[in-house]
T-cell receptor, first 112, second 111 residues
């Protein structure tokens, strides 16, 4: 029973394309997040949502647009992909803000 | 932004204890965390400590928190080869809605 699940696990695409990553949690949590892990393993917050409302948008280019249709889902859509977008993207959730966050397995995005 | 610092690499022999250290700057964090990442895998929440505690023990894991010095450590007793991974220290910062991570400590356990 996967608690935080992301799809796809791997995404290989060309520069300029538009792609989406889906995230779902079955933990009943109110808060969901997207993090980016770069090639040096550094993790940085991108967005956080609480009950479908945007709480944090951490200076992410507006090519990245999160969408939360309900509190169990937080999807990430990326327009006009660039080489620098290559990274592992992690979704996470917590019961509410400032509580332990549980992470998905990550989506490895490679831009050709 | 606030900084979380960790040493990048630690090597220990199987059966020894490992101690991974972390310093942070944001004293408003409610919780401090340790996450484990195995190669090619996601982030596993290993343990966490509430900021008004100074120690937490969970089987082979001991977390020590020194709030005055803003120092967090993770001790793994009887380290096994399966403990080889990257260990990330994280603090919840001012808003609580974002984790600030250290750069991770790569733990190598040799037989």
């Amino acid at each position: 029973d996967t608690a935080v699940s992301q799809t796809p696990k791997y995404l290989v695409t060309q520069m300029g394309n538009d792609k989406s990553i889906k995230c779902e949690q079955n933990l009943g949590h109110d808060t969901m997040y997207w993090y980016k892990q770069d090639s040096k393993k550094f993790l940085k917050i991108m967005f956080s949502y609480n009950n479908k409302e945007l709480i944090i948008n951490e200076t992410v280019p507006n090519r990245f647009s999160p969408k939360s249709p309900d509190k169990a889902h937080l999807n990430l859509h990326i327009n006009s992909l660039e080489l620098g977008d290559s990274a592992v993207y992690f979704c996470a959730s917590s019961p509410r803000g400032d509580q332990p966050q549980h992470f998905g397995d990550g989506t490895r995005l490679s831009i050709l | 932004g606030e900084d979380v610092e960790q040493s990048l690499f630690l090597s220990v022999r199987e059966g020894d204890s490992s101690v991974i250290n972390c310093t942070y700057t944001d004293s408003s964090s409610t919780y401090l965390y340790w996450y484990k990442q195995e190669p090619g895998a996601g982030l596993q929440l290993l343990t966490y400590i509430f900021s008004n505690m100074d120690m937490k023990q969970d089987q082979r894991l001991t977390v020590l928190l020194n709030k005055k010095d803003k120092h967090l450590s993770l001790r793994i007793a009887d380290t096994q080869t399966g403990d080889s991974a990257i260990y990330f220290c994280a603090e919840s910062g001012n808003s609580g809605y974002a984790l600030n991570f250290g750069k991770g400590t790569s733990l190598l356990v040799t037989p």
